[in-house]
């Protein structure tokens, strides 16, 4: 019997597993709905092979079956389009299909969870954990990317390595063949007047540069390479894969077990200690919910028992939604599948086999920056993505020419959504319900940053290689025009959060101090569900940190 039985071998997962099986003497299991062994396929560990995931056309390369493609709920605030929502289904979970951006968030952040009631979670204590992740490879290799500059200073100049750690399981690198238009990108945006950044992971996040990434040696770096091979071997931690939880197994008021089905046989498993719920912020609402805790009326509607009636399970859905501008270039500096860069694109496949090197070491948006979306900001509330390709995952044809796209991301929300059940049934998708847009300031920022990512076309820097704009087409000016595009331009950026959120007021789930179920012994949960508020950026790096967090907090005995 185990000490510990973690629910998920996604991001969290894998670091819980990896740091409680320190101890010889604590014996842990992880129940996991995907397989072991994705980072050794060669689509998973190529970082480009991502755009691939999810082309209906490119399925056979194997990236659906890593996959949950969850539907959202039809959203009235984008005109009822109803968005994919993908997320890993894989020990890595998510780590092993995204896109591989490390970006802590802005310090002012976890001020903010304080203010929420996350007493314990400030901004030094969670530097603290970042650090402790993280292998840092400028750190330990400087020359690493000696060529790689911004508006003409080294990158590996411009980090304060007072921010960054070395010698951890995640590894954290620059891009490693970065495609030349970036510098160009760097110079119109400050010639739009955008201040540019050696490193959003430093003192301050605001700015343009480029993004570190979940790399080493020109390979994706997900949770299953980092974590999870790093203690499989070890006697005390088992991995048991294929093993969809049904539910958990309470005793009155106390968490003691988990009911799972593997190859159609239903299972048990107890645990000496205690159950840590990691599924993720769509998952783990639905596990709590699917056994009895959470909001009574979405129970009862399902014929579920209420065993523990917690109003905020599922609650407070965050995430972060984002549109495009896509742009035909007259060079073909881009990447893209047309007959006169054949030899280049031949060349580029054998620099990744043989150096891990060129095009394919790509994540398909090594630039971009945070911003200030108008002079009222106090601090960045946009993301913005450079992709030297006009391909993406949403229009696959687009390959077939030379271009790129820019992307911009509402940071903060407003709006609040939910997650669900459309049934008791724990195989069937859980009900996510984002509101995208339901509040319209989320709107408004999104059509601030078409704007902008339109100023930053047209400065000189790009002049030579500005062609015809694909979407939305320079004939959608005004911002009515605008709006309309969104609707059916847009996206999840698949950072969902905040659905079992810590704090202390009616609607917390989680106790900041212990990350345990209020109201309920043996449990805890610890992933992104947890966090208060969504962070300003992509929110793998964070996740690693709350998990770790929340590792010492189990060890310490709180």
Known sequence: MPDYIIVGGGVAGCVLAYRLSEDPNVRVSVLEFGKAGNHKKT???????????????????????????????????????????PRGKSVGGSSMINGMVYIRGQHEDFDHWEELGATGWGRDEMLRYFKKSENFEIATNPHH?????IDGKLISDLVDHDYHGVGGPYNVAPPRSPNPLSELYFQACKQAGLPLNGDFNGKEQEGIGYHWLQQKGGERWGMESGFANSCKNRPNVEFITEAKVRRLILDGKKVTGVEYDQGGETKTLHADREVIVSAGAFNSPQILMLSGIGPGHELNRHGIEVKHALAGVGQNLQDHIDTWIKQKTLSRITYGITWPVLPKNIAHVFKWIFARRGAFTCNSAEAGGFIRSHEGADRPDLQLFFCPTIASAQAAGSFFTHGWSMHATDLRPYSRGHVGLHSSNPFDAPLIQHNFCQDDRDMQNLVRGIHIMRHITDQPALAEHVGE???????????????????????????PTSTCAMGSGKDAVTDPASLRVHGLEGLRVIDASIFPAVTSGNTMAPTVAVAEKGADLIKAGT
């Open 43 to 85: 689509i998973v560990k190529m970082p480009l092979g991502m755009v691939t995931f999810m082309m209906p056309n490119l399925a056979f390369l194997g990236g659906p079956k890593m996959m949950y493609l969850f539907k959202g709920e039809p959203n009235h605030g984008l005109g009822g389009t109803a968005l994919e929502l």
């Open 145 to 149: 990317t000696p060529g790689h500059s």
């Open 469 to 495: 704009e694909m979407e939305p087409g320079r004939d959608v000016q005004t911002d009515d025009e605008i709006r309309s595009y969104i609707k059916s331009h847009c996206m999840s950026m698949y950072h």
